[in-house]
């Protein structure tokens, strides 16, 4: 193989379609847009013309709203808890909360507070401290001899500047 006799696989570059450039290219004239008028220009749809009929976003009804108060929890189950004492990420000795769990990586984040679920099964000895719990979660902790404190919710800065 010489240096001139390379070249590329056939087919694997395929030359671009050129439109408008007469009708015997098949084509020409509209360059493939169908007919004239709105639908032929670049970027100019209307999202949700239906042709004049009533669009379907305004035939459904409205339904329900945006609660501008809701406090968003981070939720965490007994046995991520279980698993982060027993690698020794978490203290159990000491009073878990939300910035104890954020440091030990169980959460990511706390957002508007901590909500602990039931799931899974907790041995040690512990003093959680969050925002909110199941029923489920609270017998578990308080059957392996812990403690559950629900604490307020959290209020936002702007709430918090306005009292």
């Known amino acids: 193989m010489k ?22 290219s098949g084509k020409g004239k509209q360059s493939g847009r169908g ?55 978490l203290d159990a000795s000491a009073t878990i909360n939300a910035e104890a769990l954020v440091k030990s990586g169980v959460l990511r984040r706390a957002k508007g507070g901590v909500r602990l679920l039931g799931r899974g099964e907790l041995k040690s000895k512990v003093a959680i401290e969050v925002h909110g719990a199941t029923k489920s979660a609270i017998e578990a902790v308080e059957k392996a001899g812990g403690s559950v404190k629900i604490l307020a919710p959290k209020k936002d800065e702007g709430e918090a500047k306005a009292s």
Do not use: C, W, Y
């Not at 240096?3 to 015997?24: C, F, H, M, Y």
């Not at 459904?60 to 004492?85: C, H, M, T, W, Y």
């Open 3 to 24: 240096l001139n006799e390379i070249a590329d696989n056939e087919g694997s570059r395929k030359k671009r379609t050129r439109v408008g450039r007469g009708i015997g």
């Open 35 to 89: 007919g004239k008028g709105q639908t032929a220009r670049s970027g100019v749809r209307i999202k949700g013309f239906e042709g004049g009929q009533m669009p379907l976003h305004r035939r459904l009804p409205k339904r329900g709203f945006n609660n501008i108060f809701r406090v968003e929890l981070s939720e965490v189950n007994l046995d991520r808890l279980q698993d982060a004492i027993d690698a020794k990420k």
